[in-house]
């Protein structure tokens, strides 16, 4: 081959490129959710493919293994352990708060997230909150993108009804960013969205009225102090502290509630270490009383009654991961396609804008919808004026449709449904029910044609819609908020 055919470059720019191709990949296609629907590529493509499947929250369960295989030959060419894991962590209450899988057989336990069986032996399907995601999905809200081979179309983005980021939270790392954003109580959620939507002026102070602090899916309380939390929510970075729920029933200390992602054996194991090295001599026993209806149920028996329950737990939450730190970092894929760390007002601003715009298009989408029936119920009822003279035509004329067309003066459409009309169709009962449907249509056009032309009534169907799922689907929140903790390790004289 010729010397002149290469071309040379440096590794220097070769690397740079490469590098930067990748660290892009990462970020906006593996890592990092998506301010619209708080989802990464890997879950949209799941739920999707789910849904695709019919697994939705009335059917039947499936094999995982089906919906895998689906995942990995039609939207993800990754792994199948990847995506499998990526589903797990979809149907598991203690990583997600709000689980969007709806699975049957062993998909893992708080102790150990990662003890879930094969696919082969799992089935699910989507949550009834899954639907919140992708019910809209059909009705023309967001754009298709061609899959990875081009055989098929999958959508860019969700149509979410809820702020899903803020609920059920992430975390991923990036090339050079990471993110971390812990779940919340979706009453909070929405009725902060509904505030900023009644008033889109309001402070972050005024937010926190609504918003009280991360939420998570058991009573382990959060410590942190309001100055911290406004900080936190501020900057979109901060941290927090979570330490487990405890009791005392006579001379035994019940923990009913851990940390997020913490462990109850490894637990176990750090005070059982302790007791060893003869640092807990007013411990005497520790058990595991968990079972399926009470996941967490470690009890700690205390020498005797007289031992300060309190100042024990300190200790524990200051030596064990009874206490844990956790870091939050609001760093998403805004509408505009980059990553951004957003404060609380902000994400919640964004995700209105995001919200406007796909019901926008779902009302725009009905609208083409109706007026394409309307035009054809105006050429159906025509039939009606004349119908003998419709009738000789479609039996005498060798083009039916041309002398409709000429005679009627209707569009191709028209004629074409008017030549599908079976006879039966032809009773006077028909045309009153054509009369009706068209008289229903155009009251849902002009409804429609009203919303589209007021932002007043754009903002007030958008308020009604999550007012209605705060409804169907609010609680309480869980977590209660501290503001400070006494953790605090024995000295060697209290040990004594």
Avoid: C
Wanted: glycine share 4%; charged share 30%; net charge negative.
């Amino acid at each position: 081959m010729a010397k002149d055919q290469f071309n040379s470059i440096s590794l220097k720019k070769y690397a740079e490129e490469s590098y930067l191709n990748y660290a892009m990949y990462v970020i906006l296609d593996r890592a990092l959710p998506n301010v619209g629907d708080g989802l990464k590529p890997v879950q949209r493509r799941i739920l999707y493919a789910m849904s695709e499947l019919g697994l939705d929250a009335t059917s039947k369960y499936k094999k995982s293994a089906r919906t895998v295989g689906d995942v990995i030959g039609k939207f993800h060419p990754h792994g199948d352990s990847a995506a499998y894991e990526a589903m797990v962590l979809m149907a598991q209450n203690f990583s997600f708060k709000y689980p969007l899988v709806d699975g049957q057989g062993n998909w893992g336990s708080q102790d150990d997230p990662k003890s879930f069986a094969a696919m082969r032996y799992t089935e699910s399907k989507l949550t009834n909150f899954a639907n919140l995601l992708i019910s809209e999905l059909k009705s023309g809200t967001v754009d298709w993108q061609p899959n990875f081979d081009g055989s098929l179309l999958e959508p860019i983005i969700f149509p979410s009804k809820v702020p899903m980021i803020l609920l059920n939270g992430t975390s991923g790392i990036a090339v050079g960013m990471a993110t971390d954003i812990p779940s919340h109580n979706i009453n909070e959620i929405i009725d902060a969205a509904v505030r900023l939507l009644d008033k889109p002026k309001s402070t972050l102070k005024e937010m926190l009225k609504i918003i009280k602090g991360p939420d998570f899916s058991n009573e382990a309380e959060i410590i942190i102090n309001d100055e911290e939390l406004e900080e936190m929510y501020l900057t979109g970075r901060g941290g927090f502290k979570i330490q487990a729920h405890w009791e005392q029933e006579k001379n035994q200390i019940i923990i009913n509630a851990l940390p997020y992602q913490a462990s109850g054996s490894k637990i176990l194991e750090q005070i059982a270490e302790q007791m060893l090295n003869k640092k807990l001599p007013m411990v005497v026993d520790l058990t595991d009383e968990g079972d399926h209806e009470e996941p967490v149920r470690l009890v700690i028996t205390l020498r005797s009654n007289r031992v300060n329950a309190q100042d024990l737990m300190n200790h524990l939450f200051a030596s064990t991961d009874l206490q844990k730190t956790y870091r939050m970092n609001m760093n998403l894929i805004s509408l505009k396609g980059g990553p951004k760390v957003f404060s609380l007002v902000e994400l919640l601003k964004e995700w209105l804008v995001f919200r406007k715009n796909t019901v926008k298009r779902k009302l725009e989408h009905r609208l083409d919808q109706v007026n394409d029936r309307l035009h054809v119920l105006e050429g159906l009822l025509t039939v009606f004026i004349d119908l003998d003279k419709v009738i000789k035509i479609i039996r005498k004329s060798d083009e039916p449709k041309k002398e409709l067309i000429k005679t009627f003066k209707l569009s191709d459409i028209q004629a074409n449904a008017i030549l599908e009309i079976r006879l039966r169709q032809l009773a006077k009962l028909e045309q009153l029910k054509l009369e009706n449907e068209r008289d229903e249509l155009v009251n849902e056009q002009n409804n429609i044609e009203k919303i589209l032309k007021s932002k007043t009534r754009l903002k007030t169907l958008i308020k009604n819609e999550l007012i209605e799922i705060k409804e169907e689907f609010g609680e309480e929140r869980k977590s209660p908020i501290i503001h400070e903790s006494n953790a605090k390790v024995f000295s060697e004289e209290e040990t004594i």
